[in-house]
């Protein structure tokens, strides 16, 4: 899959106005009897760090819904807002943080990257939500969801107005390993081949190390040379890099690997909440690649986050045509398949959804047109579904 969904143009309207009728309640949630008992949870840091706790708690989820993700995205561009629908016994039963950018006429186009996560019964009532919320009469909204596919969630979603995209951004399948059985039963279930090239790192001098405050114009250099050696697109800027460590560093497992003259040979970094873990950025030099420093990373990876409690860890999404390689080093780990609910969108009117799911299809080339909004991308740079 392509790169992670990305910021919009600067050409959308920042009009942060309060909805009629919003009233600030308390730290926990703000609105005025929005629709299906949702509620805008403010971005006051007692409420976000309530938010992280009750996220934790649902059984789906997702890193990409965290507080700090939701600073990140907002740095790149449009607005983070949190929605919840509160649970009877306490914390929320649904739960979606998203990005939206307000346009002329009351218009307004969101986006939302892991979730919504919950009860999907709650869903359907979430653009009704926003439209009250936001005081929009227009609204396109999307979603890339990482609980698992279900017969009823995709029949549920369809009969209250949501629709696969037209123009999708990627596949949602990924592989997933299953971390609480024990590092033995995890060296035993990876492919010969890949023990093998573990062995060779474990055995090439190769240092690895967590970086809370990495360097990154060195992480930059890594990936553009990568992007030239693969003919890749621009996965990440200088600016970019830095946003992400400074605004999801707590939520970012970042490791580097360095040869024995201190040289960075590869990177990776895995986004994490609770018991649930993601691959997120992965890039490694020449060097790397022939001291197979990016197998042993991802075992050290595993490693880590099993110590820190984490369960379940996503592999960051497949495409088995487009990438093949990073297909078959995933599979070679043991990990299981996983096909995901995965893209779905909602417009307020069919000439709406169908200009956006254009806007979308052409955002390879958008970036360069005045006056357009730079729509939301779905994936990740390790060519994912994710972030």
Not at 49 to 73: C, K, V
Not at 122 to 145: E, G, H, K, M, T
Not at 172 to 189: F, K, R, V, W
Not at 321 to 348: C, I, M, S
Request: aromatic share 8%; proline share 6%.
């Amino acid at each position: 899959m392509t790169a992670a969904i990305s910021d919009f143009l600067a050409s959308g309207d920042t009009d942060e106005r309060p909805a009629r009728g919003s009233v600030a309640t308390s730290d926990a949630a703000t609105s005025a009897a929005l629709p299906g008992g949702w509620v805008v949870v403010p971005a006051r840091a007692a409420a976000r760090a309530g938010w992280n706790a009750a996220l934790e708690a649902l059984p789906d989820g997702s890193p990409f819904q965290s507080d700090e993700w939701g600073a990140y995205r907002e740095n790149l561009g449009g607005r983070s807002l949190r929605y919840a629908v509160p649970a009877a016994g306490g914390g929320f039963r649904a739960m979606c943080l998203l990005q939206l950018r307000r346009f002329p006429d009351r218009t307004g186009i969101a986006c939302c990257i892991g979730g919504p996560v919950g009860d999907v019964s709650a869903w359907s009532d979430l653009p009704a939500a926003i439209l009250r919320s936001q005081n929009l009469s227009r609204l396109y909204v999307r979603f890339r969801c990482d609980r698992p596919r279900e017969a009823a969630d995709v029949v549920f979603l369809r009969r209250h107005g949501w629709q696969p995209p037209a123009v999708d951004t990627g596949l949602c399948l990924s592989l997933a390993l299953d971390l609480s059985t024990g590092p033995e039963a995890l060296l035993a279930g990876l492919d010969r081949r890949w023990r093998r090239n573990l062995r060779h790192a474990q055995e090439a001098g190769l240092t690895v190390a967590r970086v809370k405050n990495p360097d990154a114009g060195e992480v930059r250099a890594l990936f553009a040379e990568m992007e030239g050696r693969k003919h890749l697109p621009s996965l990440f800027s200088q600016a970019r890099l830095a946003a992400l460590f400074r605004h999801a560093g707590p939520r970012l497992s970042f490791l580097e690997c360095r040869d024995g003259a201190g040289r960075l040979v590869a990177v990776r970094g895995a986004a994490t909440v609770g018991d649930r873990a993601c691959d997120y950025l992965a890039a490694s030099s020449p060097e790397g690649r022939r001291l197979c420093a990016s197998y042993l990373l991802l075992w050290e990876q595993l490693a880590r986050c099993r110590r820190a409690g984490v369960v379940h860890y996503d592999l960051g999404g497949i495409d088995p045509w487009k990438n093949p390689g990073g297909h078959q080093f995933k599979r070679q780990t043991g990990a299981r398949e996983v096909e995901y609910l995965g893209e779905w969108d909602f417009a307020t009117s069919p000439a709406l959804r169908a200009t956006a799911n254009w806007l979308i299809g052409k955002r390879h080339w958008l970036p360069h047109l005045p006056h357009l909004p730079h729509l939301p991308r779905l994936g990740s740079p390790l060519g994912s579904s994710r972030g």
